[in-house]
């Protein structure tokens, strides 16, 4: 195991976060001080309460999960993109590193970013609702898990893409619907019965509904559906990796 | 001298079909400079990066340092360094982190003063803190030699160092590579620079359509291939070559104003005393003679030539 690689890999990752620290932290508290606004205050003044919960607190792990996502996915598929796209991916492909310790340094890198940014948003929300943890290590322990298992698609996206549009394509047009549609915004309790039965085809239900719970204790579906969910999605993205690595698919020719 | 690598059998085809090295071998002493020649396309670049482990081999077995690069893949390529022939590089990191990331990822610890000593070795030390975009083309050769040499590598890859570089920074790089021979360093580069091959290496194998054609000692090479040419220039012109002269096969130009006689300078005898005897009983009259050593270039010209 060359851990120094891995570490080599994510320092050099993580500066470029920090090197770009102020759009890191102002865009994400600046856009969920506008979902705070657009949602919680002009809907939430109709909605009131879901589930016993007013619709402000409600809505705050969905956000975090929102963020957490497109974060995860979008920084980890850049992160090993970008040196495809500028060359320096020899590199990587000559040094003493195996495959899985590329991708543990690219992951760890962009799950921690995503993860730093869903810890700033729920530090947000606490100026502008009431929001009590129920159950706080169930809940870091879904936030990691989401953070890494987002990351490792965004990964596997980034060593399919072949061009920047593509890059952007599956975020845009898979993951950012799955999430809108996932219940962020909403209880799925509240949609008609048949769009209830449909909405348990998008895994990203079981991954909000399972945060959600460690915050209120409420959930759409049960806690261990969830867990089971985002242990099937971990495993699926491993073992895709795993596949590219024993293939050499897209980068060793 | 021992090899520190090895190449057998290397046979290396890609997806669509296309035979990008034919069963190579080839043994790269310790401590050696060896320069691979050959026309674009020849497999120069596909033999580097199937050594390095950017492309796998189709078959055959290649060691370093008496490593697999299979099998033994980290302990193999801790020993190797590779300039690519692009200048692939992060362009908003600084100088010095960029080749600090290289040593790090070939598994080295953290040595801020080793990372410093590579750059002042390379002339970059004052550029350290500058931002790759900044660096002008030159530098950034540089830059990428430096990343190469960051983990303290046995074999140096320079994958044509002097593509598209002027003359003047070609000859500071051939510095640089002996400057790195003299630390002990193994160094393979590709060229279809003949001249750069002539001046820096110590031993030349000649790659063409995916295989060598010949490994040898530049010296040796030169002077086994070389041969010579003896231009003699006539007063008059002549229309056809005396009979007495035929044995000589000496091509005539076409104006009949001079004719060439070609020697081997390693033949015992040249034949040129009798030949210059036998044209004045043959009563042509000399007004110049001019003799021309056959370059690398000539030899390689023919050599590809032969294989086409």
Redesign the interface.
């Given at each position: 195991m060359?851990l120094?690689?891995v570490?080599?890999?994510y320092?050099?990752e993580m500066?470029?976060f920090f090197?770009t620290m102020t759009q890191s932290i102002v865009s994400p508290v600046l856009s969920t001080s506008l979902y705070f606004v657009v949602f919680g205050t002009a809907i939430g003044s109709r909605i009131q309460e879901v589930e016993g919960t007013s619709y402000g607190a409600f809505i705050v792990p969905g956000l975090i999960m929102l963020t957490v996502m497109t974060q995860a996915t979008s920084n980890a598929s850049f992160g090993i993109y970008?040196?495809k796209f500028?060359?320096?991916i020899?590199?990587?492909?000559?040094?003493?590193?195996s495959f899985l310790e590329v991708v543990a340094g690219y992951v760890g890198a962009a799950a921690t970013k995503a993860m730093f940014i869903g810890l700033i948003i729920l530090i947000t929300s606490f100026f502008f609702v009431d929001i009590s943890i129920a159950h706080p290590i169930a809940m870091m322990a879904f936030l990691t898990l989401t953070c890494i298992s987002f990351a490792l698609m965004g990964f596997i996206i980034g060593i399919w893409a072949g061009n920047f549009e593509q890059l952007q394509l599956i975020p845009l047009l898979v993951i950012t619907p799955l999430v809108f549609l996932g219940g962020s915004f909403y209880s799925i309790s509240m949609l008609p019965p048949i769009w209830q039965s449909i909405t348990l085809f998008n895994p990203v239900v079981y991954l909000i509904s399972g945060f959600r719970w460690s915050f209120f204790g409420t959930a759409d579906v049960s806690i261990g559906l969830s867990l089971f969910a985002i242990a099937l999605f971990t495993g699926g993205c491993l073992a895709f990796i795993w596949w590219i690595f024993k293939t050499?698919w897209r980068i060793?020719? | 001298m021992p090899a520190i690598v090895s190449v057998q059998n290397l046979r290396k085809a890609?997806?669509g079909g296309f035979e990008a090295l034919k069963s190579v071998n080839l043994e790269i002493e310790d401590g050696e400079i060896l320069a691979l020649l050959g026309p674009n396309g020849a497999g120069k670049t596909t033999l580097i990066?199937t050594i390095?482990?950017?492309?796998?081999p189709t078959s055959g077995s290649i060691t370093v340092g008496g490593h697999d690069t299979q099998a033994d893949?980290?302990?193999?390529?801790?020993l190797?360094g590779?300039v690519?022939q692009?200048i692939?590089?992060?362009?908003?990191e600084t100088v010095f982190?960029t080749v600090s990331?290289?040593?790090?990822?070939?598994?080295?610890?953290r040595d801020d003063a080793k990372v410093e000593a590579i750059l002042k070795q390379l002339s970059l030390h004052d550029k350290k803190d500058s931002k790759i975009m900044m660096l002008s083309g030159g530098m950034k050769r540089r830059v990428l030699i430096a990343?190469a040499l960051a983990h303290e590598p046995k074999v140096l890859f320079l994958d044509e160092p002097t593509a598209g570089v002027d003359v003047e920074l070609r000859k500071d790089m051939w510095d640089v590579v002996a400057d790195l021979k003299s630390s002990g360093v193994t160094i393979i580069l590709t060229t279809h620079y003949i001249e750069e091959a002539e001046a820096i290496a110590d031993r030349i194998g000649v790659i063409s359509k995916g295989e060598i054609l010949l490994v040898q000692d530049k010296a040796s090479l030169m002077a086994q291939m070389g041969r010579k040419q003896l231009q003699i220039e006539l007063t008059q012109a002549v229309d056809d070559i005396p009979g007495s002269l035929k044995t000589y096969a000496l091509e005539r130009a076409e104006d009949g104003l001079s004719l060439t006689y070609s020697y081997d300078t390693t033949g015992e005898r040249t034949g040129i005393t009798t030949l210059l005897n036998d044209l004045q009983k043959a009563g042509l009259h000399m007004k110049d003679l001019q003799t021309r050593q056959s370059s690398l270039e000539d030899i390689f010209v023919d050599l590809v030539k032969e294989t086409a």
């Amino acid at each position: 195991m060359n851990l120094n690689a891995v570490w080599t890999i994510y320092i050099f990752e993580m500066r470029r976060f920090f090197r770009t620290m102020t759009q890191s932290i102002v865009s994400p508290v600046l856009s969920t001080s506008l979902y705070f606004v657009v949602f919680g205050t002009a809907i939430g003044s109709r909605i009131q309460e879901v589930e016993g919960t007013s619709y402000g607190a409600f809505i705050v792990p969905g956000l975090i999960m929102l963020t957490v996502m497109t974060q995860a996915t979008s920084n980890a598929s850049f992160g090993i993109y970008f040196p495809k796209f500028i060359g320096t991916i020899y590199e990587l492909l000559s040094a003493p590193i195996s495959f899985l310790e590329v991708v543990a340094g690219y992951v760890g890198a962009a799950a921690t970013k995503a993860m730093f940014i869903g810890l700033i948003i729920l530090i947000t929300s606490f100026f502008f609702v009431d929001i009590s943890i129920a159950h706080p290590i169930a809940m870091m322990a879904f936030l990691t898990l989401t953070c890494i298992s987002f990351a490792l698609m965004g990964f596997i996206i980034g060593i399919w893409a072949g061009n920047f549009e593509q890059l952007q394509l599956i975020p845009l047009l898979v993951i950012t619907p799955l999430v809108f549609l996932g219940g962020s915004f909403y209880s799925i309790s509240m949609l008609p019965p048949i769009w209830q039965s449909i909405t348990l085809f998008n895994p990203v239900v079981y991954l909000i509904s399972g945060f959600r719970w460690s915050f209120f204790g409420t959930a759409d579906v049960s806690i261990g559906l969830s867990l089971f969910a985002i242990a099937l999605f971990t495993g699926g993205c491993l073992a895709f990796i795993w596949w590219i690595f024993k293939t050499g698919w897209r980068i060793r020719q | 001298m021992p090899a520190i690598v090895s190449v057998q059998n290397l046979r290396k085809a890609y997806a669509g079909g296309f035979e990008a090295l034919k069963s190579v071998n080839l043994e790269i002493e310790d401590g050696e400079i060896l320069a691979l020649l050959g026309p674009n396309g020849a497999g120069k670049t596909t033999l580097i990066s199937t050594i390095c482990g950017i492309a796998v081999p189709t078959s055959g077995s290649i060691t370093v340092g008496g490593h697999d690069t299979q099998a033994d893949f980290r302990a193999a390529r801790k020993l190797i360094g590779l300039v690519p022939q692009e200048i692939n590089l992060e362009p908003f990191e600084t100088v010095f982190n960029t080749v600090s990331f290289s040593r790090g990822l070939f598994g080295k610890p953290r040595d801020d003063a080793k990372v410093e000593a590579i750059l002042k070795q390379l002339s970059l030390h004052d550029k350290k803190d500058s931002k790759i975009m900044m660096l002008s083309g030159g530098m950034k050769r540089r830059v990428l030699i430096a990343k190469a040499l960051a983990h303290e590598p046995k074999v140096l890859f320079l994958d044509e160092p002097t593509a598209g570089v002027d003359v003047e920074l070609r000859k500071d790089m051939w510095d640089v590579v002996a400057d790195l021979k003299s630390s002990g360093v193994t160094i393979i580069l590709t060229t279809h620079y003949i001249e750069e091959a002539e001046a820096i290496a110590d031993r030349i194998g000649v790659i063409s359509k995916g295989e060598i054609l010949l490994v040898q000692d530049k010296a040796s090479l030169m002077a086994q291939m070389g041969r010579k040419q003896l231009q003699i220039e006539l007063t008059q012109a002549v229309d056809d070559i005396p009979g007495s002269l035929k044995t000589y096969a000496l091509e005539r130009a076409e104006d009949g104003l001079s004719l060439t006689y070609s020697y081997d300078t390693t033949g015992e005898r040249t034949g040129i005393t009798t030949l210059l005897n036998d044209l004045q009983k043959a009563g042509l009259h000399m007004k110049d003679l001019q003799t021309r050593q056959s370059s690398l270039e000539d030899i390689f010209v023919d050599l590809v030539k032969e294989t086409a």
